[in-house]
């Protein structure tokens, strides 16, 4: 049976909610998702109360390990997690309000999205990987290429690297080619992908082509249900193409909702993977 990972972002720092889920799906690993330096002491201390449960790994943003890169580092060793997932080069949702809800409509998203890029407004983050940004920077190779050159330095730590997708690394350059392209010529062979199926589907590229064309990099899937990433869909396309994900980490992220359901779709999550090897 092939067993999956609790990915607890968006989920509160609750620890006694946080083990009954686990407890009643019969889960006993997470990805952890930091998001401030205060989530580092919050999951330090958990871990040291429960042994049991083990932290396969940690979703760093780039710009907060930044901030707080030595802690970072060692809350991974301490506690055995080895492998470093940065999630997204950019937060899409959180460049131009209101994209977070547009994003649902992907075909309505993309050309509000290509209008606001002409009109050259400001990214609400600063800077990116190191680099000033605006709108027009995520088009522009050089970006990538620098953003890829960060991660690469990474596995230099003796970390296990892995890059995790959100949507506008599908959009083509100028020169029409591919963002997820130019990433896979440039990370370096060990860096893998995490690949978000969901926001894929999201972006408007899913495609079965794509996901093959990059399996060599994909070491493991972020896996949610959310607008067209139903349940409908991930039990047609697991049955259909089993192949994807023999060998693949399968990481399940839960919305926040009542611990009965949230219990529940683990335990759908297991039911659909359990002939998987």
């Not at 998702?33 to 429960?50: E, L």
């Not at 460049?95 to 075909?107: A, E, Q």
Request: aromatic fraction near 14%.
């Amino acid at each position: 049976m092939k067993k999956i990972t609790l990915q607890v972002y968006g989920l509160p720092n609750d620890e006694n909610l946080l083990k009954e889920i686990l407890e009643s799906s019969s889960i006993s690993t997470i990805e952890v998702n930091i998001t401030q330096p205060s989530d580092i002491t919050w999951y330090q201390n958990f871990f040291k109360k429960n042994e049991d449960i083990e932290a396969r790994g940690v979703h760093f943003n780039l710009s907060l390990l930044d901030d707080c890169f030595e802690e970072g580092i060692n809350f991974l060793r301490n506690f055995g997690a080895n492998t470093l997932i940065i999630p997204a080069a950019i937060e899409e949702n959180t460049l131009i309000w209101p994209l977070s809800f547009f994003r649902r409509f992907p075909f309505l998203y993309r050309n509000l999205r290509e209008a606001i890029d002409v009109l050259n407004f400001k990214s609400l983050r600063k800077k990116v990987a190191g680099q000033d940004v605006n709108a027009f920077s995520y088009y522009n190779p050089q970006f990538w290429t620098k953003f890829a050159e960060k991660v690469n330095h990474l596995e230099q730590l003796g970390l296990n690297v892995g890059f995790h997708n959100h949507g506008i690394e599908f959009e083509c350059f100028f020169d029409n080619e591919m963002i997820i392209e130019h990433l896979d010529k440039s990370f370096s062979a060990n860096i893998f992908f995490q690949l978000d199926i969901t926001n894929l589907l999201m972006s408007g590229h899913f495609s079965i082509d794509l996901i093959q064309k990059y399996l060599h990099r994909i070491k493991s899937y972020h896996l949610r249900i959310e607008g067209t990433g139903t349940q409908d869909f991930y039990f047609e396309l697991v049955s259909s193409q089993p192949h994807f994900f023999e060998g693949k980490e399968l990481i399940v992220e839960l919305k926040e909702d009542s611990h009965q359901n949230m219990a529940e779709r683990l335990t759908w999550w297991n039911n659909l993977f359990c002939r998987i090897p």
